[in-house]
């Protein structure tokens, strides 16, 4: 259920000429007694960026929130759709808050994740009712909780279901939609090492509507013939980033390279790189090996390099997940914090 709020300027014959405020729409429960779009043109943020998804439901009791000086962008994970392009409700909603008004505390950056599965979206992209539905169930989400975002996890379009045509149109009208009110639209995009529909499910539109693009380069073991077992070495993130640069034309100052907080083995089972050092797991190195079985990660030189990287040929790192690093001297968020300075 929505309520219309109309902010109207109430004057005097004689004392002004005329006044006139749009309609705004927000959810049932915003606490503002006044809302309204911001004027002015909207101009998307161009600096660096050190990126980190975390569980909206996680306990802030138990975590290291300290972490968050070293980063400018949370971005919460996950918010789900329906078919009728409403959205689920998150799974806690006061610890959702509580994280969110802590980071504004920090003055990150928030943002919620948007994830469904592939079908899901692509329906609801399909048929305009309810991709509009949709834009405006995100825009009014994010308004209520005063974020600064939205974060597309649609994984993946598919450019031989058609979903790369949906896809790109709902970009453009969530981006529209959020720019107007000063927001920011991400996505979460497959490495695109391979070619297919997959890779081709991302169109130049799609990545010109957005504000920048987080690049997932990781979960990728056998693509690095120096290093097949790791899943994330420096050569596939520089790849990953030259693909995206060169075959997609993503711009620079759009590129962020995502790095992980967790180790894989071969069998494509995870450990969090807080677990591994507890393990006994050695900070400057890449790989360890728990009761016999090695798993493969990114130490504080891989994180810092890859920083670098960023650096150089992209404009930002992206953590998943915020939860799984380490504390004090051993984090790779602070890592990265450190080079990118």
């Keep these: 259920m929505m309520k219309k709020?109309?902010?109207?300027?109430?004057?005097?014959?004689?004392?002004?000429?005329?006044?006139?405020?749009?309609?705004?729409?927000?959810?049932?429960?915003?606490?503002?007694?006044?809302?309204?779009?911001?004027?002015?043109?909207?101009?998307?943020?161009?600096?660096?960026?050190?990126?980190?998804?975390?569980?909206?439901?996680?306990?802030?009791?138990?975590?290291?929130?300290?972490?968050?000086?070293?980063?400018?962008?949370?971005?919460?994970a996950f918010l789900n759709p329906k078919e009728d392009g409403t959205l689920q409700a998150l799974t806690n909603?006061?610890?959702?808050?509580?994280?969110?008004?802590?980071?504004?505390?920090?003055?990150?950056?928030?943002?919620?994740?948007?994830?469904?599965?592939?079908?899901?979206?692509?329906?609801i992209a399909a048929n305009e009712q309810t991709r509009k539905r949709l834009v405006k169930s995100l825009v009014d989400f994010a308004v209520r909780y005063n974020l600064d975002g939205i974060d597309l996890d649609w994984e993946y379009p598919r450019a031989n279901y058609g979903s790369d045509v949906t896809f790109e149109v709902f970009t453009k009208e969530l981006a529209a939609e959020l720019h107007s009110w000063h927001k920011y639209l991400s996505m979460a995009v497959t490495a695109g090492l391979y070619a297919g529909p997959v890779k081709d499910g991302i169109t130049k539109g799609a990545i010109d509507a957005v504000d920048f693009v987080n690049l997932m380069a990781y979960d990728g073991i056998n693509t690095d013939p120096l290093n097949p077992n790791h899943h994330a070495t420096y050569n596939m993130a520089e790849k990953v980033l030259n693909i995206w640069l060169?075959?997609?034309?993503l711009p620079k100052e759009k590129a962020i390279i995502g790095l992980p907080l967790y180790g894989k083995n071969t069998a494509?089972?995870?450990?969090?790189?807080?677990?591994?050092?507890?393990?006994?797991?050695?900070?400057?190195?890449?790989?360890f090996a728990v009761n016999g079985v090695v798993y493969y990660y990114n130490g504080i030189p891989t994180i810092k390099a890859k920083t670098e990287l960023a650096k150089?040929?992209?404009?930002?790192?992206?953590?998943?997940?915020?939860?799984?690093?380490?504390?004090?001297?051993?984090?790779?968020?602070?890592?990265a914090y450190d080079v990118s300075q």
């Design 268 to 287: 494509n089972s995870s450990m969090t790189y807080s677990s591994l050092l507890n393990s006994g797991a050695d900070p400057i190195n890449d790989e």
């Design 93 to 123: 909603q006061t610890a959702f808050e509580n994280y969110n008004k802590l980071a504004k505390e920090y003055k990150v950056k928030t943002a919620i994740s948007i994830q469904g599965n592939e079908l899901m979206f692509r329906t």
């Design 246 to 249: 060169t075959d997609k034309g």
């Design 5 to 76: 709020i109309l902010i109207l300027c109430i004057a005097a014959v004689g004392l002004f000429n005329s006044c006139k405020k749009e309609i705004v729409w927000v959810p049932d429960g915003y606490g503002a007694s006044k809302v309204e779009k911001p004027t002015g043109e909207y101009v998307s943020d161009k600096s660096f960026k050190r990126i980190s998804y975390a569980y909206h439901n996680a306990s802030l009791a138990t975590m290291d929130t300290t972490k968050l000086q070293y980063i400018t962008h949370l971005h919460f």
């Design 312 to 335: 150089l040929k992209g404009n930002g790192v992206m953590f998943w997940e915020y939860g799984q690093d380490a504390r004090g001297v051993n984090s790779l968020i602070k890592a």
